[in-house]
């Protein structure tokens, strides 16, 4: 049984940073790709990073330069640096794994930035 889980959510001020974590369980990070997304109310959930399986990396243009997606072998866990954040960065951030028969999706955590 695949489980994604993330953390490292929480309250943050304008121009501080966040490190949100994705643990797998039950599927190899290495082999797949993967990518965080992010929801706000009403809205569409938007892809805000993206890591190939050979390590390519690509960026929603609105966090280009201050987010950083990455993968620890050891740890089977993606992580999101995010930098610089603005009160637009507030939301749900869900990792997501995708193989070549499904993807599987984390619960969320969510991301708070205001002053």
């Known amino acids: 049984q695949v489980q994604l889980v993330e953390s490292g959510g929480g309250l943050v001020q304008p121009g501080g940073s966040l490190r949100l974590s994705c643990v797998a369980s039950?599927?190899?990070?290495?082999?797949?790709?993967m990518a965080w997304y992010r929801q706000t109310q009403g809205k569409e959930r938007e892809m805000v990073a993206h890591?190939?399986?050979?390590?390519?990396?690509d960026y929603a243009d609105s966090v280009k330069g201050r987010f950083t997606i990455s993968r620890d072998y050891a740890r089977n866990t993606a992580f999101l640096q995010m930098n610089s954040l603005k009160p637009e960065d507030t939301a749900v951030y869900h990792c997501?794994?995708?193989?070549?028969?499904?993807?599987?999706w984390g619960q969320g955590t969510q991301v708070t930035v205001s002053s």
């Open positions: 039950g599927i190899i990070v290495s082999n797949n790709a």
């Open positions: 997501k794994v995708l193989t070549t028969r499904t993807d599987y």
């Open positions: 890591i190939s399986r050979g390590g390519n990396t």
